[in-house]
Each structure stands twice: as C-alpha cells, then as structure tokens.
C-alpha cells in the first residue's frame, strides 16, 4: 500500500513571507504522525494544507497518488480538520453532531449515530444531545467538535493543537478517541502539538518543526540559539541559570543543534566519565515509558532548557531515578549535528 500522502517540493508564502518549505514529505495510511514545534513554526500552516483548506503556493500535494485540490471529490468527506478553537454553529448539539450527514444527504438513524459519536468523546447522548452550543464548557465544545468529525468516519483525521486549552480529562479522553478511530476504521491521524508528553504517547512518528521545516523524527534534543563563540573549537548558548550549553562550532549564528536522547547520559553526580566530556545540571520531571521500545524516557529540565533522554529500564532501576531528582546530563559534543 502507498503512502496517503506526498508532499513535493511544497513553498507557501504568506504577505511574501515564507511560512513553509517542505521538500519531501510521505505519510502511510493507518498511521498517527505528529509535529511539535514553538509558535510560527509552521504546523497549523502544514495541517491546513494537507486538509485542502488553502493551495500551496508552489509545489504538489498527493492524496492516494492523486492530485487534489481544496475541496475537489478526491478528498470531499474523506479529510476533515479540527482546528485549535472549536467552531461550533449556533445551535443544539445533535445539530451540529448531524450536520456533516446532512451534507451528504444522509437522514436514516440520525440519533442512534449522533448518540454513538458523542460515547466516543465521553459525552452521554441523553444528558448533552439538546444542549446549545452556548452551554458547553471548553473541554465539552472541543469534544462535540471532535463527535462531528468522527460521525463521519473519516479517512484523515487533522488535530491543530487539541488539547492545548481544556482539562487533563478532557485531553485523555481525546486521546482514547483518536485511537479508537484508528483502530476501527483505519483513521489516518496528523496532529499538531506542543504537548511532547501526549504526542509521544500516542504516535508512530514524530517531526519537529522550526521556522517552515521540518528537522529529525522530533525524537532528537533540538537546541535553539542564539549561540556564542567561545574559542576556535568550541560555541555556547547561555542558559537563565549561568549554566552555559557548549556545542560545536556552528554553521550559522541561528542554527538549530540537535543530540539524540540516546547519546546524553544521565547520572546523579558529575563525576568525570569516558567519552562524555561536558555536563549541565537538571530537574527530572517526567519519567515514562516508550511503548515501540520498551525504553525509559526521562524528561530533564536544566534551566530554560528541556531534554529527552532515553535509556534502558533497567538503568532507571539501579539508578533510583526518580521525578524531582536532581542529575547531571553528560554529552560528548561529536553528537551534535546541526541543521
């Protein structure tokens, strides 16, 4: 089976502006991709092209191995979006729930669907059905938001930034909806985050992006300037704490350095160790487990600055490490590559 989607030599430009460019892109079908990224990095701008709301201004976007359009047959009822604030209509629940059938002309069952759709976001029809759009709190108006997409069960599934405003509820609920329409009915998912900790958890393959691009598989450190030179071998970013980040020289003032969270060590004192020959100090905030890997994911925030480390489970065990301890990353700087 070929991939969903392809992205080719894709440019869009707003006010002149370059916003994104994207040279190759593919995405599988029955597939749940991330992208995470800071503000103006470009996601919502890539999930509003690939759901056909808006034409690249140069480049092609492939659907099944077809050219599409915005809002062509190809992908009409098949791609929907939901954007980071739910547009609701101004009126009932059930109504905004049905209004996508509508469209498509269905009228049969219309309640036992509206029903389902809205157990499938954790909202009893009974109790939410008749309710107007004004009697919804944030977490509950993203959530039928989300039941109008699924009634239709559609092929793509596009998330721009869906848990960002509501309660930890509401985002997991989210979360075992997404999946389920995954698992029956092969939903292709892309969602646009800045919650690592949930797009982790859930994705096949994530990608970072920075200022239009797209770097890595998102698994990597990405490390933001701007840089410093220190002497002829060696750059540092200054943290908030004093702690200085030495890198290699960079190719670019506002290059973006990247480490992998397999070659950072974490330890929990700085004493010297073979081939790790420089060291800034952390918090542990999270520890959870990668579930492709069966590895250990430690999240360690030194400073201003957040990392990803991800070591074997056993490691965690003998170390004792735990949230809110404090530790010493170890790198050694020929494990950092620039982009």
Request: aromatic share 10%; with cysteine; net charge positive.
């Amino acid at each position: 089976m070929g991939p969903i989607y392809q992205l080719q030599h894709l440019t869009h430009r707003y006010n002149g502006h370059v916003a994104l460019r994207i040279e190759e892109l593919h995405i599988q079908p029955n597939t749940i991709t991330g992208f995470i990224g800071p503000n103006g990095s470009g996601k919502s701008t890539l999930l509003k092209l690939m759901a056909f709301i808006e034409k690249p201004y140069e480049g092609k976007i492939l659907f099944k191995g077809r050219a599409a359009e915005p809002f062509s047959d190809i992908i009409r009822f098949h791609v929907s979006l939901l954007k980071q604030e739910p547009y609701l209509l101004k009126r009932s629940v059930f109504r905004n729930i049905c209004y996508g059938l509508s469209l498509r002309g269905v009228r049969d069952n219309l309640q036992d669907r509206v029903y389902e759709a809205l157990a499938l976001v954790g909202l009893p029809g009974h109790r939410f059905a008749d309710r107007k759009w004004f009697e919804l709190s944030g977490g509950e108006a993203q959530r039928v938001a989300l039941a109008a997409r699924l009634i239709l069960k559609p092929e793509v599934l596009l998330l721009d930034e869906p848990t960002a405003s509501i309660d930890a509820a509401s985002a997991q609920i989210i979360k075992d909806t997404v999946l389920t329409a995954l698992k029956k009915w092969g939903t292709t998912l892309l969602v646009a985050s800045h919650d690592w900790e949930w797009l982790y958890d859930i994705c096949d393959t994530i990608m970072h992006m920075f200022r239009g691009r797209l770097f890595g598989s998102g698994r990597e450190n990405f490390l933001f300037g701007p840089w410093e030179k220190l002497d002829q071998r060696l750059w540092v970013k200054k943290l908030h704490d004093g702690q200085r980040l030495v890198v290699p020289p960079a190719t670019l003032d506002d290059a973006v350095a990247a480490i992998d969270p397999e070659r950072l060590l974490l330890r929990a004192d700085k004493a010297p160790y073979d081939g790790f020959n420089h060291s800034i100090k952390g918090v542990i905030t999270h520890l959870m487990l990668e579930k492709s890997t069966q590895q250990l994911l430690a999240i360690v925030q030194a400073s201003n600055q957040n990392f990803t480390v991800k070591m074997p489970l056993s490691t965690v065990q003998s170390s004792n490490l735990l949230p809110g301890m404090t530790v010493w990353l170890s790198y050694d700087i020929r494990h950092i590559t620039w982009y």
